[in-house]
């Protein structure tokens, strides 16, 4: 497709259990973003890259989330051992340009609900 | 984290208004997008400003890129029912990150 698609759509996860989060960003996008968005909130950034290098990843809550994107273009979120407090909406959104600024298209998200 | 003030948070309005709302910030942005959110979507694009003062068109939808480059405004002209939604600003400061303002959500009533 022309889009970004994200996958799965939505994930159930227990407490503890890791889970794998995936973008595939538009074709020869060289920016890929991935951000959290908690319910009525507006998203909040995590971590970007520019082709295969991860340039900033301030917004990573802790440790347990990672990102990778080792070819430079599709990219997988990580999140090891889920806690509740992880429950959000992952979006992910890809850019023509490096180092952002141009415009950025978003994918559908990922809702991951942790029980 | 870090997020932009938008205002209104939410209004109601009658189909065949027309709607503004803003986006403020305390620093200082080299580019502006204005994103619209349907439920149980990601955020659309709708306009991208990338230059103090530009005004921008895109159908019903006008915005501008503030003189100060610290705020953006975002109008929407005769407003109809699927204008409905949640519509973002985000600012790019230069460095990598946009910073997503907390969103306008708007109810269109026919």
């Known amino acids: 497709g022309a889009g970004v698609s994200q996958s799965p759509r939505y994930k159930v996860a227990k407490r503890g259990q890791d889970v794998a989060l995936r973008c595939d960003p538009i074709?020869?996008?060289?920016?890929l973003f991935w951000y959290q968005q908690a319910l009525g909130q507006g998203p909040e950034f995590l971590t970007y890259?520019?082709?295969?290098?991860?340039?900033?990843k301030s917004g990573l809550p802790s440790d347990r989330f990672f990102a990778e994107r080792p070819e430079g273009s599709v990219s997988t979120l990580k999140i090891q051992r889920t806690q509740q407090e992880d429950s959000a909406v992952y979006l992910c959104?890809?850019?023509?340009?490096?180092?952002?600024?141009?415009?950025?298209?978003f994918g559908q998200g990922t809702r991951l609900t942790v029980v | 984290g870090q997020q932009l003030n938008q205002s209104p948070q939410s209004m109601f309005i009658q189909e065949g208004e027309d709607v503004s709302m803003n986006c403020t910030s305390s620093?200082?942005?080299?580019?502006w997008l204005w994103y619209k959110q349907d439920p149980g979507e990601g955020p659309v694009l709708l306009i991208a400003?990338?230059?103090?003062?530009e005004l921008t068109s895109n159908g019903r939808l006008t915005a501008q890129f503030g003189i100060t480059r610290k705020d953006s405004f975002l109008n929407i002209s005769a407003s109809i029912p699927s204008d409905v939604g949640i519509y973002f600003c985000?600012?790019?400061?230069?460095?990598?990150?946009?910073?997503f303002g907390t969103g306008t959500r708007l109810k269109v009533l026919a």
């Open positions: 959104a890809s850019s023509l340009g490096g180092g952002g600024g141009t415009e950025a298209f």
């Open positions: 074709s020869g996008h060289v920016s």
């Open positions: 890259f520019q082709n295969e290098a991860q340039l900033d």
């Open positions: 620093s200082i942005f080299n580019t």
């Open positions: 400003l990338y230059k103090a003062g």
């Open positions: 985000a600012g790019h400061l230069g460095t990598y990150k946009y910073i």
